[in-house]
């Protein structure tokens, strides 16, 4: 699944490790779903949006075009 965490985290100067933190997961696991190898549970896919204050949507990208 493809998303914005990158240009997200980005934008506010944050590191992995910062977001990582504020998200109570790995630095690893904020990397994976960055490069798109691990999608994200829902849950922590709500918890990504709220904490960077935008919906689901401008996050995640499921590719669907609909």
Same mark, same amino acid.
């Given at each position: 699944?493809?998303?914005?965490?990158?240009?997200?985290?980005?934008? =506010? @100067?944050? *590191?992995? +490790?910062?977001?990582?933190?504020?998200?109570? #997961? *790995?630095?690893? *696991? #904020?990397?994976?779903?960055?490069?798109? =190898?691990?999608? $994200?549970?829902? $849950?922590?896919?709500?918890?990504? +949006? =709220? /904490?960077?204050?935008? $919906? /689901?949507?401008?996050?995640?990208?499921? @590719?669907? @075009?609909?």
């Amino acid at each position: 699944m493809k998303n914005k965490i990158k240009q997200l985290r980005g934008e =506010r @100067g944050w *590191s992995q +490790a910062v977001l990582a933190e504020k998200l109570d #997961v *790995s630095r690893q *696991s #904020v990397n994976a779903i960055e490069t798109g =190898r691990y999608d $994200p549970s829902l $849950p922590l896919a709500f918890r990504i +949006a =709220r /904490i960077f204050g935008v $919906p /689901i949507e401008a996050v995640f990208d499921d @590719g669907d @075009g609909a």
